[in-house]
């Protein structure tokens, strides 16, 4: 790629140092070409240490700063982030496949907003009113943080989840050691020398490494207060298991797998236009994606055929990065297993092609957008999330089974309803069990917003002043002062 940023950053931020892990060195690839753009070494033991205990004496410092001047380093941190964007959006390009106008436009624009967002937003806190609760007594409520956060990212949006994880916990007080995908660190390495620059030693400190060695090592040490994790189901449940052992808190954010349920009077044109955006953006590995469609009888054909056709005209792997729209999977092993589970898929009699359906022929780990159609409820490929660019099909009859369906998932995270008649998608709207429902719409956030899900997909809140809560605990502060003046 013309421009690309060298040499690569692969220093680790501890205890306010730039340093080369000096665990094993591992490949960063390219997913696009499949090439080796640079090694990067793990931290090692004694140095995932060094960043717990660096975490660990700021914090007491960081804690008692006030929300202006935390504020004050948030917005920095966004200056830097703008200064760096069109550096940082190539990295995301080179690291993750996806197309570098989508990483500017969309990736480094919400990372930016975050920090600002939570600048804004832990200057102005509301809670509970102070007060006489027992004659005699005055009690307070104070809202405090929890102590050393370890934070630990997947490698879908590699800038914008370390933006998500970072701002409110460093807003509310807290001290980080971050943790980003093995995968993709190259962004957030690049942007290390000035949060180093922005924040005293120790505040916020780069690990990298994989989930076994170094996330394990965080999320099992009794100095860590708190375990927030974005990723697999799985991992969710090994990271609960280990802070188990030490009590500590858990912000999981797991996976999704998005039910779409589409009414007979829906726009056929927005609800074809919105799954082709939505359902492939980032090759479908977004734990939001538009990915289980429920089409009623009455729509449900000319919707197979329109999408099938709009799908087929997704634009990727071309040479002019303008005409990208979507990028390869992160991984020759995701990439593989997007493609078995559509083999199984396919593997029954019911389920229809109606495009896509293979690996694409050429350099990088690229799959062929993919629509099945003919789907039925209890088909793993509608209930497990593939985390690809594969949409399925399933056709319902009324709402009430529909509303049925979508509901009947371990995952809880996102889901919407298109249909012309409000009545109608408040009620469906109303009784789905999931995080955010869209309504004649799907994929978008907003910073002010809450997201986070139900069941299976976890209960931390990212963005919003939920996230906030989250990163902090409430205490109760109560002062004996007699009843009486004398
Ligand atoms: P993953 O669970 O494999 O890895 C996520 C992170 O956890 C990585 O940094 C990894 O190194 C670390 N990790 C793995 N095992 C660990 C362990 N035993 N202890 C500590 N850390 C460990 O997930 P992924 O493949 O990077 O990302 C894809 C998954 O993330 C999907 O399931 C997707 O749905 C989910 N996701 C969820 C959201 C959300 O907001 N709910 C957002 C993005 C991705």
């Known amino acids: 790629?013309?421009?690309?940023?060298?040499?690569?950053?692969?220093?680790?931020?501890?205890?306010?140092?730039?340093?080369?892990?000096?665990?094993?060195?591992?490949?960063?690839?390219?997913?696009?070409?499949?090439?080796?753009?640079?090694?990067?070494?793990?931290?090692?033991?004694?140095?995932?240490?060094?960043?717990?205990?660096?975490?660990?004496?700021?914090?007491?410092?960081?804690?008692?700063?006030?929300?202006?001047?935390?504020?004050?380093?948030?917005?920095?941190?966004?200056?830097?982030?703008?200064?760096?964007?069109?550096?940082?959006?190539?990295?995301?390009?080179?690291?993750?496949?996806?197309?570098?106008?989508?990483?500017?436009?969309?990736?480094?624009?919400?990372?930016?907003?975050?920090?600002?967002?939570?600048?804004?937003?832990?200057?102005?806190?509301?809670?509970?009113?102070?007060g006489e609760y027992l004659p005699g007594y005055t009690s307070l409520v104070r809202r405090d943080p929890l102590g050393v956060v370890a934070s630990i990212a997947p490698w879908n949006y590699p800038i914008m989840m370390a933006a998500w994880k970072i701002a409110p916990a460093l807003a509310a007080g807290n001290t980080l050691v971050f943790k980003p995908s093995e995968h993709t660190p190259l962004?957030?390495?690049?942007?290390?020398?000035?949060?180093?620059?922005?924040?005293?030693?120790?505040?916020?400190?780069?690990?990298?490494?994989?989930?076994?060695?170094?996330?394990?090592?965080?999320?099992?040490?009794?100095?860590?207060?708190?375990?927030?994790?974005?990723?697999?189901?799985?991992?969710?449940?090994?990271?609960?298991?280990?802070?188990?052992?030490?009590?500590?808190r858990t912000h999981l954010e797991l996976g999704g797998k998005a039910p779409v349920i589409?009414?007979?009077?829906?726009?056929?044109?927005?609800?074809?236009?919105?799954?082709?955006?939505?359902?492939?953006?980032?090759?479908?590995?977004?734990?939001?994606?538009?990915?289980?469609?429920?089409?009623?009888?009455?729509?449900?054909?000319?919707?197979?055929?329109?999408?099938?056709?709009?799908?087929?005209s997704l634009r990727f792997a071309g040479k002019r990065d303008a005409d990208n729209e979507i990028g390869p999977l992160i991984t020759p092993r995701q990439r593989d297993r997007v493609a078995s589970f559509v083999e199984r898929a396919l593997g029954q009699p019911h389920i229809e092609r109606v495009t896509g359906a293979a690996v694409h022929s050429g350099p990088g780990f690229?799959?062929?957008?993919?629509?099945?159609?003919?789907?039925?409820?209890?088909?793993?490929?509608?209930?497990?999330?593939?985390?690809?660019?594969?949409?399925?099909?399933?056709?319902?009859?009324?709402?009430?089974?529909?509303?049925?369906?979508?509901n009947d998932s371990e995952y809880g995270l996102a889901s919407s309803v298109w249909t012309q008649n409000l009545d109608k998608a408040m009620q469906v709207a109303n009784r789905l069990q999931y995080g955010c429902t869209w309504i004649n719409s799907h994929f978008m956030l907003a910073s002010e917003m809450p997201h986070g899900g139900l069941k299976r997909s976890g209960y931390g809140k990212d963005l919003s002043s939920d996230s906030l809560q989250d990163y902090s605990v409430v205490r109760h502060i109560m002062a004996r002062h007699g009843e009486h003046l004398e």
């Open 1 to 130: 790629m013309p421009g690309t940023p060298t040499p690569l950053c692969t220093a680790l931020l501890i205890d306010g140092e730039l340093v080369e892990g000096c665990g094993p060195a591992e490949p960063i690839l390219n997913p696009a070409t499949g090439e080796t753009l640079v090694r990067i070494a793990e931290a090692g033991v004694e140095q995932v240490e060094a960043a717990i205990v660096a975490a660990q004496r700021a914090f007491a410092g960081w804690a008692r700063t006030t929300p202006q001047q935390r504020a004050g380093v948030l917005l920095e941190i966004a200056d830097a982030l703008q200064r760096q964007q069109e550096q940082l959006a190539r990295l995301e390009a080179l690291n993750c496949g996806k197309p570098l106008h989508l990483a500017r436009q969309d990736d480094l624009a919400a990372a930016i907003d975050v920090f600002r967002f939570f600048a804004g937003a832990v200057r102005c806190q509301t809670g509970q009113l102070a």
């Open 187 to 248: 962004s957030i390495l690049a942007l290390a020398p000035a949060l180093n620059a922005l924040l005293p030693p120790g505040v916020l400190n780069i690990v990298c490494g994989g989930g076994e060695s170094v996330g394990s090592h965080l999320v099992s040490h009794p100095a860590v207060r708190m375990v927030s994790l974005t990723g697999d189901i799985v991992t969710g449940q090994k990271i609960l298991q280990a802070a188990s052992r030490t009590l500590k």
């Open 262 to 312: 589409v009414c007979d009077d829906a726009d056929l044109e927005a609800v074809v236009a919105g799954v082709r955006a939505y359902g492939y953006y980032n090759a479908g590995q977004d734990c939001t994606a538009a990915c289980r469609i429920y089409a009623q009888a009455g729509i449900h054909d000319r919707l197979v055929e329109e999408l099938g056709a709009a799908v087929a």
């Open 366 to 406: 690229y799959y062929q957008p993919t629509l099945l159609a003919g789907c039925r409820q209890h088909d793993e490929i509608v209930q497990r999330e593939v985390f690809g660019p594969v949409v399925t099909v399933t056709r319902f009859e009324g709402l009430a089974q529909a509303v049925d369906w979508a």
